[in-house]
């Protein structure tokens, strides 16, 4: 019995799901869902009644909230959907260094480094407004394991 282990450590950091179950007839638009493994912004929701056990669907158009591309899916009413934990925060920016950019958050202080400049017209923006002086807060949206700026403002 001396070669048991009995050394129990949990094998990862506790931690809360990236997504949680919900009915897919009670899914709005503007909510969000993981469709096709991307968390997905709703743009339209749709309910149909087909199939020869006159069964209701729902018909799912959405945007993937990091890179924009369309998704489509069907799910009958009854069944659960996976809905990402989508958290967006604001922060200011206070520099950019080889295409990261260096944040503060408004309300807590809490420094932020390490976060890439979008590409394309968003991060084009962001820099011109900030090169001009102007006072910029970016918008990062995480869901997912995953973090990208996806709006901003400047005063």
Do not use: W
């Amino acid at each position: 019995m001396s070669d048991v282990d009995l050394d129990f450590e949990p094998p990862a950091e506790a931690s809360g799901s990236d997504t949680f179950p919900m009915r897919a007839g009670t899914l709005r638009r503007n909510g969000h869902v993981l469709m096709d493994g991307f968390p997905c912004r709703l743009t339209d929701v749709s309910i149909s009644k087909s199939g020869q056990r006159g069964q209701t669907e729902v018909n799912l158009t959405g945007i993937d909230i990091f890179t924009g591309e369309r998704h489509e899916d069907m799910h009958p009413c009854a069944h659960d959907v996976q809905v990402p934990v989508v958290v967006l925060t604001e922060y200011v920016l206070t520099g950019i260094d080889d295409g990261y950019l260096s944040l503060v958050g408004e309300s807590t202080g809490e420094a932020r480094d390490g976060i890439a400049l979008p590409e394309g017209t968003l991060g084009r923006d962001i820099e011109s407004d900030f090169a001009a002086g102007r006072g910029v807060r970016v918008a990062v949206t995480r869901a997912m394991g995953r973090e990208a700026v996806t709006g901003h403002r400047a005063q």
